[in-house]
Nanobody, 126 residues
Framework: DVQLVESGGGSVQAGGSLRLSCTGS????????MGWFRQAPGKEREVVAC????????RYSDSVKDRFTISRDNVKKTLYLQMNSLNPEDTAMYYC???????????????????WGQGTQVTVSS
């Protein structure tokens, strides 16, 4: 079975940084398109960023563009999300997701992904 485990969340003040990690097991990691999603209380889950299997096709939501960077290490079977200039609106549970796909681009819709981690909480205070 595919398992995804997120880590790196926590509490930080506005303007700070965090780096999330998502480690996969039970899969050939480089066969998978990966994404980061987040869900704040009372809101729907939304895409943050996604990356193709090779790491060359990436997309970001407008709200995080130029602040967050998605990357992956296929040897370590790990997906990363570097988050800089955090603000209170970034407070949410962050999830990584995977779908078996070796296309040049990634998916921004959560409905395209088959496997999900349990999430890691990010809280940004003003």
């Amino acid at each position: 079975d595919v398992q995804l485990v997120e880590s790196g969340g926590g509490s930080v003040q506005a303007g700070g940084s965090l780096r999330l990690s998502c480690t996969g097991s039970g899969l050939n990691f480089d066969d998978y398109t990966m994404g980061w999603f987040r869900q704040a209380p009372g809101k729907e889950r939304e895409v943050v960023a996604c990356t193709s299997w090779k790491g060359t096709g990436t997309r970001y939501s407008d709200s995080v563009k130029d602040r967050f960077t998605i990357s992956r290490d296929n040897v370590k079977k790990t997906l990363y999300l570097q988050m800089n200039s955090l603000n209170p609106e970034d407070t949410a549970m962050y999830y990584c997701a995977a779908v078996k796909n070796k296309g040049p681009w990634c998916y921004e819709s959560q409905y395209e992904y088959d496997d999900w981690g349990q999430g890691t909480q990010v809280t940004v205070s003003s």
